[in-house]
């Protein structure tokens, strides 16, 4: 344990102070309590999502259209899996335990990305989630590369290095249904109509409805604020639909040349809270997959901890 | 002649040159326990505040893999071209991704 020399407001304004002048806080700084638990909350959240989205992909793995695609959607499901362990780690450093966390997940006391609650339900829908899902969360972690606390700057730096690859991928598969016949452009479209409202959704409440966004930005725990973010998504994403071919569905979607950004529609936010407060097509169905996999890794934790206490207890008498 | 002294433990040193940065090894040194070690370091390493914060870490506790391992270790990403952006070649127009 760290011992501080200072009292808790000179401490706080030391904190502030090193936060105002763009500095890093790193571990074994002195934090105020709150900065720390919303941190927590947030890492451990992004990290769920990173896990939890491996199943809606998952789901396509055996049945991949050719060898290629399948080594493509291993390799990011796999990465998706290292994203989770980073934030994990990195959330670790302010003293919360791992089975802490996957406890929150598995209780519903912690949450993740509502879009993961959606289901693939063609293999179009993988190459959407790569185009706009990380897409969208590139966006996101782009501007978490400036967070204030250290270790999940560093974990962002590295997720997006890797994650360039998962949108690139996605767009390049649907590039090919897109200029594929009519059925093939058709599941394109239909995935876009699908997925892209709940991308949308990704960003967050309006930040004037945001309960933990004033305080993030005074810490700069986020750079960016919801709106902004998700208005950069949409422009960047617009002529990327339009490349495709495809519309994306929102009858709003209009350039303003004044504010020299695209208009969009309104969020369902109903929809959105009902998804986020569990009750989306998929949330029963990802938890339970994620608590039945866990429990079935039981005995393979068992069996190493075993392992390394009996290579233990044989060191132990060979010294003795 | 072999001196009879207890030999010091060995620890390695790790020092953050700036906040946001990862510590980076710089070197070694012999000390009695960590918090010693820990001084010797400031001493040996940061004369000229090359850093903000140090780690000491016991050359005992670290594993290493070996380069004779590295092609089990490393070998099988070789043949993995599409794990990296630039594999995907897309249109000029939408290239910025």
Partial sequence: MTEFKMNEAELEKVFQKRIDDEQKIEPKDWMPEKYRKNLIRQISQHAHSEVIGMQPEGNWITRAPTLRRKMVLLAKVQDEGGHGLYLYSSAETLGISREEMVEALQTGAAKYASIFNYPTLTWADVGAIGWLVDGAAIVNQISLQRTSYGPYARAMVRVCKEESFHQRQGYESLMVLAFGNAEQKQMAQDALDRWWWPSLMMFGPHDADSAHSSQSMKWKIKRKSNDELRQSFVDQSVPQAEYLGLKIPDSNLKWNEERGHYDFGEIDWDEFLRVINGDGMCNRDRISHHVKVHNEGQWVRDAMRAYEEKKRARELKKSA | ?97
């Fill in chain 2, 1 to 97: 002649m072999m001196s009879t002294e207890k030999k010091l433990p060995l620890f390695e040193i790790f020092v953050r040159s700036k906040r946001g940065l990862d510590h980076k090894h710089v070197g070694s040194l012999h000390a009695e326990d960590h918090t010693q070690a820990l001084e010797y370091a400031r001493d040996c390493y940061t004369r000229r505040s090359e850093g903000v914060s140090l780690w000491v870490v016991k050359s005992s506790d670290i594993v290493a893999s070996q380069e004779e391992d590295a092609s089990s270790f490393y070998d099988p990403m070789d043949d993995k071209p599409y794990r990296h952006a630039t594999h995907y070649e897309l249109p000029e127009e939408v290239n910025n991704m």
